[in-house]
């Protein structure tokens, strides 16, 4: 007579976990509680962006069309590099220590603990981009035709798109300075190719090809649509839902190859 043996918790296959609401804003409330123990951080994320602002505006003191010109550009960048930089090295710090592995050995899965983080960290996002699109258009003085909301709008996506990048990165970092040193292979670059120190048709052909599939290139031609136009243009739509576009596919991106610990 011959047996079967039932299959042990071991060799069963383990299912993907459905994203959550619960979990998943769970998760973005133990986020946000250890934020509010970690006031540096909250000051980089929230104050950095809008002491850049002040300190560009005063380097071109004397020829305010300038800051008008680039202002409306670094207004998204400045919130993309510090989300990318709190964010990468946040979610680092939670696998080093060991959190992440007792996290995921219980009833969360990999992506409602990555949208429970962009869910927090968007939270913060949306008081920073509006501190400093306000401090920009009614302190400093940054002159654009559009709407100020559509500024605001930008602003929160580069934000978003910041702390997407910031997620996804932190899985191939061993070490909070990994984490750091990723800068300059996935801000940098974005940076020089984006169209905010020269028109992106007058590079060389190579290198404009690279910008065009490059989402902060889209986030700058967002922010020049709200500086040189009154109303909302196909453009300015577009350029928009590349960006959004650019955030939600990195997220998935990093709910992919999210690990459970450091190597």
Not at 63 to 70: C, E, G, L
Not at 112 to 137: E, H, K, P, V
Not at 208 to 222: F, G, K, T
Not at 230 to 236: L, P, R
């Amino acid at each position: 007579m011959t047996t079967t043996t039932a299959p042990t918790a071991a060799t069963t296959p383990t299912a993907p976990r459905a994203l959550s609401v619960a979990r998943t804003t769970a998760t973005a409330g133990r986020v946000l509680r250890q934020l509010r123990h970690d006031p540096r951080t909250i000051a980089l994320m929230l104050l950095v962006p809008c002491l850049m602002l002040v300190l560009l505006r005063y380097v071109f003191d004397g020829s305010p069309r300038t800051f008008d010109n680039i202002g409306a550009s670094l207004l998204g960048i400045f919130p993309l590099i510090t989300m990318f930089l709190v964010t990468s090295i946040a979610t680092l710090r939670e696998r080093t220590s060991g959190t992440l592995e007792r996290l995921l050995a219980m009833p969360l899965g990999k992506g409602d603990l990555i949208a429970g983080y962009a869910l927090a960290f968007g939270a913060l996002a949306i008081i920073q981009s509006a501190l400093a699109t306000g401090l920009a258009l009614w302190l400093l003085g940054l002159d654009v035709t559009g709407s100020p909301w559509l500024l605001l709008l930008v602003a929160l996506l580069d934000a978003l798109l910041g702390t997407a990048l910031g997620l996804f990165v932190s899985a191939f970092a061993a070490s909070e300075f990994q984490a750091v040193q990723f800068m300059p292979a996935v801000i940098f670059p974005q940076l020089l190719l984006c169209g905010l120190f020269t028109p992106r048709p007058d590079m060389h052909p190579a290198l404009e090809a690279i910008s065009d599939v490059l989402p902060m290139s889209y986030a700058v031609d967002a922010m020049n649509e709200v500086l040189r136009h009154t109303d909302v243009t196909t453009t300015f739509v577009r350029d928009v839902l590349i960006v959004a576009g650019c955030a939600l596919l990195v997220l998935g991106l990093g709910a992919a190859t999210l690990r459970r610990r450091t190597a």
